[in-house]
Nanobody, 126 residues
Framework: VQLVESGGDLVQAGGSLRLSCAAS????????VGWFRQVAGKEREFVVA????????YYADSVKGRFTISRDNAKNMVFLQMNSLKPEDTAVYYC????????????????????WGQGTQVTVSS
């Protein structure tokens, strides 16, 4: 399975970006998918996860109300719309997918995702 992210960029605080994740080798429509982010020298941070078939979407408190995850099952893609960006959102963003049936308490753990993209850099200037 290959996940390829795109859409990272340099943007001013208050601006918006849309990240895309294209998958090959696995149908994402039946998978838990999501996004994590990482700042150099820190652990990967959960951003959002989406269960298949609309069974639940979960956001980190730090992005709730500003970020929105969506899927295009026909194109086997996942998106992350990021609005009202803040300098603290600066990080490398990773698209993830899991082959497991995750329960709610498991979706925020990075080690429950076995497929990761290469990451895309998002930089928010103040």
């Amino acid at each position: 399975v290959q996940l390829v992210e795109s859409g990272g960029d340099l943007v001013q605080a208050g601006g918006s970006l849309r990240l895309s994740c294209a998958a090959s080798g696995r149908t994402l429509s039946t998978s838990v998918v999501g996004w994590f982010r990482q700042v150099a020298g820190k652990e990967r941070e959960f951003v959002v996860a989406s269960k298949a078939n609309g069974f639940g979407t979960y956001y980190a408190d730090s992005v709730k109300g500003r970020f929105t995850i969506s899927r295009d099952n026909a194109k086997n893609m996942v998106f992350l719309q990021m609005n009202s960006l803040k300098p603290e959102d600066t990080a490398v963003y990773y698209c993830v997918a899991s082959s497991l049936r995750l329960i709610t308490s498991e979706v925020r753990r990075a080690d429950n995702y076995d497929y990761w993209g290469q990451g895309t850099q998002v930089t928010v200037s103040s």
